[in-house]
């Protein structure tokens, strides 16, 4: 069975940086627009960002340009996201997801046929 498994969590100070790991099995990694979203406490999950599985374009979330960057690993059947100058406001339970409609709108849950488990991210003062 499919399954997206994140990794690379954890507790950082305000400024640190980390970088998240998703490994993908169970499907045709190279087929799938691959995305990171992150959920808060008492909010709804939030669309971080994604890259497209043909020509590797990425799209991100305007409260992330230029701190975060996603990359992938066709040959690792894996999706990677690096967080720099983290802030209190990162702090959620991050998820990768796989979209295999490729119209699908980037940004939206709905859009995203798998998801993983999510790995928590605290940023602390």
């Known amino acids: 069975q499919v399954q997206l498994v994140e990794s690379g969590g954890g507790l950082v100070q305000a400024g640190g940086s980390l970088r998240l790991s998703c490994a993908a099995s169970g499907l045709t990694f190279t087929i799938f627009d691959m995305g990171w979203f992150r959920q808060a406490p008492g909010k709804e999950r939030e669309f971080v960002a994604t890259?497209?599985?043909?020509?590797?374009?990425?799209y991100y979330a305007d409260s992330v340009k230029g701190r975060f960057t996603i990359s992938r690993d066709n040959a690792k059947s894996t999706v990677y996201l690096q967080m720099n100058n983290l802030k209190l406001e990162d702090t959620a339970v991050y998820y990768c997801a796989a979209k295999r409609n490729y119209f699908g709108t980037y940004s939206s849950t709905a859009s995203y046929d798998y998801w993983g488990q999510g790995t928590q991210v605290t940023v602390s003062s």
């Open positions: 890259i497209r599985r043909s020509d590797g374009n990425t």
